[in-house]
């Protein structure tokens, strides 16, 4: 099994919105809807293996603790991005052997970016053995 999207809501008309922050800030590709599912409005976007299907919803209400998790390979540089956007950045540090922050679009759905931790130290329970000296007679 693999997943294949993530869907959020959007309020009617949020295409626009959607676009600037999705297409414009995270830099995804929009993807072209099929045209029966043109229809019902919302849009989909792409970058790399992540694909993110925006839906309508009349009476929406952001997701402010459901989120998609998603890896990058440079956490600090789009931490940099989003606030050069004046987007909000989160800071996380309690999920083990990555680093995170949260986000949100500008519709108010919750965003998690990840990036694991490389080449980390493990950590030692004990002290290094130091070479003694050699006992004098």
């Not at 849009?43 to 919803?57: A, D, I, S, T």
Request: with cysteine.
């Amino acid at each position: 099994m693999r997943l294949h999207h993530v869907q959020l809501a959007i309020p009617p008309g949020g295409e626009g919105v959607a676009r600037g922050f999705y297409g414009g800030v995270l830099g995804m590709a929009e993807v072209a809807k099929p045209a029966e599912l043109a229809k019902r409005g919302g849009c989909w976007f792409r970058r790399g293996e992540w694909e993110l299907h925006l839906g309508v919803e009349r009476d929406f209400v952001a997701a402010r603790k459901a989120h998609p998790g998603v890896v990058v390979d440079d956490l600090d540089a789009l931490a940099r991005r989003l606030g050069a956007a004046a987007r909000p950045v989160t800071w996380d540090g309690d999920f083990p052997g990555h680093r995170r922050f949260y986000s949100q679009d500008d519709h108010g759905n919750r965003l998690e970016f990840l990036e694991p931790i490389r080449d980390e130290e493990p950590v030692k329970d004990e002290e290094p053995v130091k070479d003694e000296e050699p006992i004098k007679d």
